[in-house]
């Protein structure tokens, strides 16, 4: 990995970077879509990049189960698998910790699964997670990290967090042993739970292992805590991170995160978020998510965004023709979901030019003005940027601020 920072914001922690791998660059910060099982739901690969993506993310633990390592040392690794040249990164299956814990038992050694799909018993250790991700051949690897649920409380955070260094040790260890530092990159996971000390701890001692990574991850959050809780440790963890190191903010997709994080000091975000929304019949836009289920779109005949550069807002479709097939034609999905990726994109895009140009602090500014209108500000969002030098309501005098996490929408029905 080459990794270079190539413009800072003169107001909060955002930046620019310059990361490259051994699949091409990718600027940072930047969002990645999520492609579970080696596929973004509803797009082809090729469509993929010709959007512009430069960075998806595979789950570990779904493509050991399906297809499987024979075929993907069969096909070359994941990139070859999948059609994708761009570059990858792939969890290392700790999430499903969390996602799939009745069917897992935590020990020292390993996380021992029980597939959802036959039942059958798979001990998944740091190593053999790492020796996973070797096969896949992604150019970002992560460490196995021990996840509880960002709602958890007692001794099971704190040993849970120590667990994690200890597993990113034996990941260090499996990463060199294969030779693969070259060519593919390992991440630490910081853990921690909502204890700002935990999270110290685990910042140390991560920190004092940076010979043996290329970049760290915070872990942990994005599972139902309050907001104004998950942006001081996104910022806690950013704060402390090296310079020389990107950042990555695990499970963030709302637009609103996402710049949050960005101005805290973060490089890389991921969720299934946008792909997942649109399946639902929501497409996300500058000036919030719409439901297009809903009847009062039935005749409107305006694309989603005038000047949205999507093939679904390029060929015109209007609303009134989505509403007529979302959520009934497998082509509304895929049309949403085109729309969707490019607005995440654009968000981030937007980000970064404008913090090379020096006008960071005015686009989150517009950016939330337009995003929450007239219903006014989330609390969170407005503490969040306090903190960095940059106040929502400056040149807005009559901007409101909703209390508590301040979530205009259900994200699962837009408005």
């Known amino acids: 990995m080459q990794f270079e920072v190539i413009a800072r914001c003169h107001t909060t922690r955002a930046r620019v970077s310059r990361m490259t791998l051994a699949h091409g660059t990718t600027v940072l ?51 070859k698998f999948q059609g994708w ?55 970002i690897i992560m460490q196995l990290d021990d996840v509880v649920s960002s709602l958890t409380t007692g001794t099971r955070v704190e040993e849970a967090m120590k667990r994690s260094v200890r597993w990113l040790d034996r990941c260090i260890v499996q990463h060199k042993k294969a030779g693969r530092q070259d060519t593919q990159n390992l991440f630490a996971i910081v853990q921690g739970g909502l204890d700002p000390n935990l999270r110290d701890q685990c910042l140390d001692a991560m920190i004092e292992r940076q010979d043996g990574v290329a970049g760290y991850a915070i872990g942990g959050l994005s599972g139902g805590e309050e907001k104004d809780i998950f942006w001081r440790i996104i910022k806690q963890c950013a704060d402390k991170l090296p310079e020389e190191r990107p ?19 973060v490089d890389m975000a991921d969720c299934v ?3 997942r929304t649109a399946r639902f019949g929501v497409a996300l836009t500058h000036d919030g ?15 989603l965004d005038e000047k949205c550069p999507c093939p679904t807002c390029s060929d015109k479709t209007s609303r009134a023709m989505l509403h007529h097939i979302v959520t009934h034609e ?55 940027l306090r903190s960095v030098g940059v106040d929502l309501l400056e040149g807005d005098p009559d901007g409101k601020i909703i209390p508590g996490s301040g979530v205009r929408w259900d994200y699962a029905q837009g408005s």
């Open 247 to 265: 950042r990555y903010s695990m499970g963030i997709g709302f637009a609103e995160d996402l710049l949050v994080c960005v101005a805290l000091g």
């Open 29 to 79: 910060p930047t969002f990645m879509p999520v492609a579970t099982q080696a596929a973004i739901k509803g797009l082809t690969s090729q469509q993929m990049e010709s959007l512009g993506v430069t960075l998806i993310l595979n789950n570990t633990y779904h493509l050991n189960l399906r297809p499987g390592l024979k075929v993907l040392a069969e096909a070359g690794g994941a990139h």
């Open 85 to 139: 040249d761009r570059n990858l990164l792939t969890d290392s299956g700790g999430f499903q910790l969390v996602s799939l814990s009745k069917f897992t038992t935590i020990t020292e050694e390993g996380a021992l699964f029980a597939s959802p799909f036959t039942g059958e018993p798979t001990m998944l250790t740091p190593e053999e997670s790492i020796s996973i991700q070797h096969t896949i051949g992604a150019d």
């Open 273 to 275: 978020f946008p792909t």
């Open 330 to 384: 497998t082509s509304g999905a895929h049309a949403l979901t085109l729309h969707n990726v490019i607005f995440q994109a654009q968000v981030m895009g937007q980000a970064r030019e404008a913090i090379i140009a020096g006008t960071f602090p005015e686009y989150l500014r517009s950016f939330f003005a337009r995003y929450f209108g007239e219903s006014g500000y989330p609390e969170w969002c407005v503490n969040a």
């Open 289 to 303: 998510p719409l439901n297009l289920k809903l009847s009062k779109h039935a005749r409107d005949f305006r694309t």
